[in-house]
Every structure is written in structure tokens, then in C-alpha cells.
């Protein structure tokens, strides 16, 4: 296995070694969960492309009081 030298601040790696789930796993390991994980939660590009398209709605101010929608809804909102 090709391997390769990163320098992580301390606290860096102390955070690191407090997310390992065995005293041998290595940082390898930790950080490939790390992006596991990450990947996992990732936005989709629909999922993007929507909220780019309501921020753009909010900039045009199209948006309403949450009284009126519950209104609408027949919502009763509580205090």
C-alpha cells in the first residue's frame, strides 16, 4: 500500500484519536469513515438546485407569514 505524509494540527489529531472505534485502527481508517459518512449526507443535485430556487424566491421577497399558511392549512399555531 502507497502511503503519503499529511500534517494535521494537534487538536486535529487528538479529535482524530478520540473518533477511533479500536486503539489500532488507523487515521487511514478514521478519515476514510469520515468521508463515508460525508458522501452519505451529501445534498443531491435536485436537492440543490431547490434550494437554490427557494433562496431565490425569498430574495423576490415571494414569501408569506406562517400565520397565513397555517390559516390556509387550517393549523392552529400555539404559542
Not at 468521508?35 to 433562496?55: G, H, P, R
Amino acid at each position: 500500500m502507497e502511503t503519503t505524509i499529511i500534517q494535521v494540527k494537534k487538536d486535529t489529531a487528538k479529535l482524530l484519536k478520540g473518533l477511533k472505534l479500536y486503539s489500532g485502527q488507523s487515521y487511514d481508517e478514521v478519515i476514510r469513515s469520515l468521508v463515508q459518512e460525508n458522501k452519505a449526507e451529501a445534498l443531491t443535485e435536485k436537492e440543490k438546485k431547490d434550494i437554490e430556487e427557494a433562496l431565490q424566491d425569498i430574495r423576490k421577497g415571494k414569501v408569506y407569514p406562517i400565520e397565513d399558511v397555517a390559516e390556509e392549512l387550517g393549523v392552529k399555531l400555539s404559542n
